[in-house]
Every structure is written in structure tokens, then in C-alpha cells.
């Protein structure tokens, strides 16, 4: 239920930003700093969240750990094919793969 | 039946303030190739959802919200074991830049009435915006152009998410799937971050999230590097 609230407060925000600009008659304009941080706001969060992900917290080695380790081959395979299928395919096959040698 | 393109333009301008029928079926007819290409983010958002949210929640989410990074961002966040205030304020975050793709595109739709703005301004996406803004430069298409290339993104973005989301309940544990995350971000960052300025942004963020979480709740440390990492690269001018 919490969830579902969080979803449809997410669907009005985004609502109100697609929706704000169109319904101001005056022209809507935004200084050129803030054009330029919000650039770099995708590169900064899924950065973020996929630290969050490859070093698990409270892991003593964490060059030892799987989830980094498997990083390697999916990245070399996001880099080449930009193919998410097969990047996702790669990730999880090396992931499997190093969780049972280690 | 539809006439020809000049009885399109003659009907939009007599109708004024409605979207006309052939505008939105050109835009549909454009949008296709565009949407197809953002179906994977659907079917990995999908997978990803799988970890925290129903069946009935991901399909909610692709349908109100309809926004790809973010939807993405929260049920990673979610997935993460993150509150929800913080998965909201990211949210936030992540759309921001709608703003600045309704406010360059309003001269185009404007004059609209009240159902056919609220319809417009819905089916506002990256890639809807994209195909209408060339459209409505170079060639003379109608407002509806922009309703139907949403359009066409939002029928393939519902149906790819639930594609993702059957894949993701299909693959049993143990199979990696835990790993689907891990591996759709890392895509995802070679997807999006177009340059080297962007690049350092996320390699700051990655430093920031490691000590970030050493001193603040798990839930907020995505929300807190992002902002740093941001405001911090504003100054990398040179590596534009």
C-alpha cells in the first residue's frame, strides 16, 4: 500500500513537470546554470547506485567479492554492444559463474 | 479515413485548440522506430521491479509515471532496501530535466484546450520530444504530432515492462539474477554518459557514495552524492 502511494506521488510529480511549463502563458525559462547541472544528473545517480551495488557494505576485501569481480566482463560488454539484453545476459552468467568458484 | 496532409493542416486550423486525428496518427507512425529502441529500459526496469513490486505496481508505475530513468531509479532504489521519502526526492530529481523539454517544445502546443494539453503534456518523453521538436521544425504537422509519437512510446513501454517483469519472476535465484541490476546500470552508464565531463561526475559520485554511507542512513546516500557530485561538476568546464 506505502508503495503504491509512492508510485502515484511519483506519477504527480512528473506529472506537474511535464504539464507546469505548458500551462504558464508566460514564457518559461530557466537560468543556464541549472541546464547544465541537470546534465549531470543521470551520470551521478546511476554512478551512485551502482557503487550501492558492487561493494556491498561491510565486505573486509572488497576487491574479492563478485559483484565487482563480474563487473569487469559486463562492463567491457556495455562498452562494446550498448546492448542491454547482452550486457544483462554477460552480468549475470559471470555473476553466477564467480559466486560458485569463490 | 483520413484525407490528404492539406486537408489535415486546413482541418487542425479550423478546429483550433483540439489535436487532429491524422497529426496524431503521423506522430504515432514516427515514434514506433524510437520506442522500439527504448524497450529494453522497459524490460529491465521490469526485471529489476521483480525484486519489490507486484505484478499490478510495475505496471502502475510504467502507466502513470512513464518516465524510463526514473522508474528505473526507484525500483533499483526499492530493490536496495531504500525508504520511500528518499526514492521520491530522487525521483524528483531525475525528472527535473522534463521541465526544461515542456518548456522548449510549449510554443509548438500552444492554444490548446484544457483535454488535449493534459494529453499532450502526458505524453511528453525524451524520445516523443525529440521526433516532434524535428517534426514540427521541418515539416508543417500539428500539435496532435506530439500526443501521437507518446503515444506510440507508451504502448511499447507498458508492454515491455510487463515483459520484464514475467522474465524477472521466470528466472529462478541462484541464476544471477540478482545480478540484473548491477549488470542494467552498468549499460545503462554507457548508454547515457556522453562525455568526459559526465564521466567524471559519475567517478566522483562512486568516491562520495563510499564515504557518504559510512556517516548517513543507506537510504539517503544515493540522493546526497548525487547532489555533490552535480554541484562539484559544475566546474569541470574543461572536460566538456
Not at chain 1, 506529472?15 to 543556464?32: I, Q, S, T
Request: net charge positive; proline share 5%.
Amino acid at each position: 500500500m506505502a508503495v503504491t502511494l509512492l508510485i502515484l506521488a511519483m506519477a504527480a510529480v512528473t506529472f506537474a513537470y511535464r504539464y507546469a511549463p505548458l500551462a504558464l502563458l508566460e514564457r518559461f525559462k530557466l537560468p543556464g546554470w541549472a541546464y547544465d547541472w541537470l546534465e549531470l544528473v543521470p551520470a551521478a545517480v546511476l554512478a551512485a547506485m551502482l557503487c550501492q551495488a558492487v561493494f556491498p557494505k561491510g565486505e573486509s576485501q572488497p576487491w574479492q567479492n563478485p559483484e565487482l569481480l563480474a563487473a569487469v566482463p559486463t562492463a567491457i560488454v556495455a562498452w562494446r554492444t550498448k546492448s542491454m539484453l547482452r550486457t544483462m545476459i554477460v552480468g549475470m552468467m559471470a555473476y553466477a559463474l564467480l559466486t560458485h568458484m569463490l | 479515413m483520413t484525407g490528404t496532409d492539406d486537408d489535415g493542416t486546413i482541418a487542425a486550423m479550423s478546429t483550433a485548440g483540439n489535436i487532429h486525428w491524422s497529426d496524431v496518427r503521423a506522430g504515432f507512425r514516427a515514434g514506433l522506430p524510437v520506442a522500439a529502441g527504448c524497450a529494453p529500459f522497459g524490460v529491465a526496469y521490469g526485471a529489476v521491479a521483480a525484486a519489490t513490486l507486484s505484478p499490478a505496481q510495475t505496471s502502475l508505475m510504467s502507466a502513470t509515471v512513464f518516465a524510463g530513468t526514473a522508474q528505473f531509479v526507484a525500483a533499483s532504489m526499492l530493490a536496495q532496501g531504500s525508504a520511500l521519502l528518499p526514492v521520491l526526492l530522487t525521483c524528483a530529481l531525475v525528472n527535473l530535466r522534463l521541465l526544461l523539454l515542456s518548456a522548449a517544445i510549449s510554443p509548438h502546443v500552444r492554444g490548446l484546450r484544457l483535454g488535449p494539453r493534459l494529453l499532450s503534456a502526458f505524453m511528453l518523453t525524451d524520445e516523443s520530444f525529440a521526433v516532434s521538436v524535428a517534426a514540427f521544425r521541418e515539416r508543417h504537422v500539428g500539435p496532435g504530432f506530439l500526443a501521437g509519437a507518446g503515444l506510440a512510446v507508451f504502448v511499447l513501454w507498458q508492454i515491455a515492462s510487463v515483459v520484464g517483469r514475467l522474465a524477472g519472476s521466470l528466472i529462478p535465484q541462484g541464476y544471477g539474477l540478482e545480478y540484473a541490476l548491477a549488470a542494467s546500470l552498468i549499460c545503462l552508464l554507457f548508454m547515457l554518459v556522453r562525455n568526459r565531463r559526465q564521466w567524471a561526475v559519475a567517478l566522483l559520485s562512486i568516491l562520495l557514495t563510499l564515504g557518504v554511507r559510512q556517516v548517513m542512513p543507506d537510504a539517503w546516500v544515493v540522493l546526497v552524492a548525487t547532489l555533490i557530485a552535480t554541484t562539484v561538476g559544475l566546474g569541470f568546464r574543461r572536460w566538456q
